[in-house]
């Protein structure tokens, strides 16, 4: 099973700054088959970024994934009140797929 | 518009089965994989398994594996998850999810609560 850690565990930031939210696999993901998913509570989950860099359509271009192997990074420029909620990694390398643990936005 | 609907959850003892739908519409459900993914109480997502469009394939969680069945009625356009010998820590909200091509969950449903309780 492939072991996915985010870090910060909680990011406070303002509006108009940059989040930069990270995701540290325990082994490399394959075909960097890796995905970014933001959730606000109450609301399931939705698609940023796939295959560590693509956006998903409709993600404004704020919205920007990368890395390749062990370590990925999703970034998120000029950030704006929707932005709050919780970032979680996901990896579909391996038929059995994993998530991370999840990075918590708060704006100031 | 692509639209998944869960159903079947509720209060169950433990140790006991139950059985979640999904129904699916606004896509063509056989040529799409899709998935269980659970939510815990303030917890994180936890994918649970998954299945091929044709239902040949099934897959997963080490936390889940021989107490859970996917499946799937292409017929019906609905997507199953057959829990048995069920725990507190399978408590949690169950979301269906649809695959893309790429291997990302594009679309979700609004998620069906399982909880495990005496």
């Known amino acids: 099973e492939v072991l996915l850690t985010q870090s910060p565990g909680i990011l406070s930031l303002s509006l108009g700054e940059t989040a930069t939210l990270s995701c540290r696999a325990s082994q490399s993901v394959s075909s960097n088959y890796l995905a970014w998913y933001h959730q606000i509570p109450g609301q399931a989950p939705r698609v940023l970024i796939y295959?560590?860099?693509s956006r998903a359509a409709g993600i404004p271009d704020r919205f920007s994934g990368s890395g390749s192997g062990t370590d990925f990074t999703l970034t998120i420029n000029r950030l704006e009140p929707e932005d709050v909620g919780v970032y979680y990694c996901?990896?579909?390398?391996?038929?059995?797929?994993?998530f991370g643990q999840g990075t918590k936005l708060e704006i100031k | 518009e692509v639209q998944l609907m869960e159903s079947g959850g509720g209060l169950i003892q433990p140790g006991g089965s139950l059985t979640l739908s999904c129904v699916a519409s606004?896509?063509?459900?056989?040529?799409?994989?899709m998935s269980w993914v659970r939510q815990a109480p303030g917890k994180g997502l936890e994918w649970v398994s998954s299945?091929?469009?044709?239902?040949?394939?099934?897959f997963y969680a080490d936390s889940v594996r021989g107490r859970f069945t996917i499946s799937r009625d292409n017929s019906k356009n609905t997507l199953y998850v057959q829990m048995n010998n069920l725990r507190a820590e399978d408590t949690a909200i169950y979301f269906c999810?649809?695959?893309?091509?790429?291997?990302?969950?594009?679309?979700w449903g609004q998620g069906s609560l399982v909880t495990v309780s005496s």
């Open positions: 996901q990896q579909y390398g391996n038929s059995v797929r994993t």
């Open positions: 999810a649809k695959y893309t091509v790429m291997g990302d969950l594009d679309h």
């Open positions: 606004g896509f063509t459900f056989s040529t799409n994989a």
């Open positions: 295959g560590a860099s």
């Open positions: 299945i091929t469009g044709s239902g040949t394939d099934t």
